[in-house]
């Protein structure tokens, strides 16, 4: 075997995954406002910025060949509510920055996230009822016009993250029939409970209004395995054209499964909390930044992702044309 390794032109000839900025989606926070940018303390190296800032960062990503970006809104309090009648509104902050993204950056691609946490007052992710208890049905009818409103901005891609049952159906039937028929829908199939989203939940201010509340109800158990492939399974019959896998590298073994299972283009999001731990060694000079990060996302590649969204992209793509 060691013949093989010996020598740098001989490991190229036999390597098996490649990282490219191909592979990258860039996931980003947008605010209201103009010229307005705030630092996550909990993420290092990661803003939320008004859509005028955003268009400077789209253009950064079509120069590193990174081929599109996630959009997470940061709404303001006063535009929560427990009917989340915002996530709908055509005027809202997503349609808005979809509209200006796509109007100057027409090649770049625009995936948004459909979802309610934040739009809710309770930081849920979907309406609730006295209890508490997240309603599914109710959910998925004001999921299905959130959706409808993002693909009408234009949208190339819109994002499920919700987890209700039936919703990845009920959005396909409404983009149908409102001729939205290039509308891409990328499933968040196997998205767990985890501990890793911490500080998402801080960029997007919705940990302060999830409080002590958890999303057990709704989002997958992460002992399970065998429920991500049903799960899979059922966004894919429902019309799905992508799957998801978040968290990423402590579920490789799901992208694996379902990547072997299906073949069909599988996703997955390293996220916050992940980009946390590496950032925070890092700038501890405990960990090389750039061979860990690296060796994390083609990880994923090796267990069989198509595209990662990474808080990293920009530096990646950057180290990538870098190394030529
Ligand atoms: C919510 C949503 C979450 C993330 C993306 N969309 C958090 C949650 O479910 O509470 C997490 C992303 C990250 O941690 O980077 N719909």
Redesign the pocket.
């Known amino acids: 075997m060691r013949r093989i390794r010996r020598d740098a032109f001989s490991r190229r000839l036999v390597r098996e995954n490649h990282l490219r900025a191909d592979d990258l989606i860039y996931?980003v926070f947008v605010l209201d406002g103009s010229n307005r940018e705030e630092k996550v303390p909990s993420m290092p190296g990661v803003v939320r910025q008004s859509i005028d800032l955003l268009l400077r960062q789209a253009e950064q990503c079509l120069q590193l060949g990174i081929p599109a970006i996630a959009l997470?809104p940061v709404i303001d309090p006063s535009l929560k509510s427990l009917t989340a009648g915002e996530a709908f509104n055509p005027d809202g902050l997503v349609p808005r920055a979809v509209q200006q993204l796509k109007q100057r950056f027409p090649e770049l691609g625009i995936i948004t996230?459909v979802?309610l946490?934040p739009y809710t007052s309770h930081g849920q992710?979907g309406l609730i009822d006295e209890k508490g208890y997240v309603l599914n049905d109710e959910t998925v009818s004001v999921l299905e016009r959130q959706a409808l409103t993002h693909a009408q901005a234009g949208a190339d891609i819109v994002a499920p993250?919700?987890m209700m049952d039936g919703r990845v159906a009920s959005i396909r039937t409404i983009l149908d029939r409102h001729r939205c028929i290039h509308t891409r829908i990328l499933a968040y199939s196997a998205?767990y409970a985890s501990s890793?989203?911490g500080?998402?939940?801080d960029a997007v201010g919705?940990a302060a209004t999830l409080g002590a509340g958890n999303?057990y109800t709704y989002?997958m158990d992460p002992a399970n395995s065998n429920e991500a492939l049903w799960e899979a399974g059922l966004d894919i019959q429902e019309g799905a054209d992508m799957i998801m896998v978040?968290p990423g590298l402590p579920y490789l073994d799901i992208v694996r499964r379902i990547k072997d299972e299906y073949g069909v283009p599988t996703f997955v999001?390293q996220?916050?909390?992940e980009y946390a731990m590496l950032k925070a060694a890092a700038m501890n000079g405990w960990l090389d930044e750039e061979a860990c990060v690296t060796e994390a996302l083609l990880s994923c590649k090796r267990a069989g992702a198509d595209a990662i969204l990474t808080y990293f992209a920009l530096d990646v793509a950057a180290w990538l044309q870098k190394h030529g």
């Open positions: 996931p997470f996230d979802a946490d992710d993250s919700d998205k890793f989203y500080p998402f939940r919705s999303k989002q978040k999001y996220v916050s909390g």
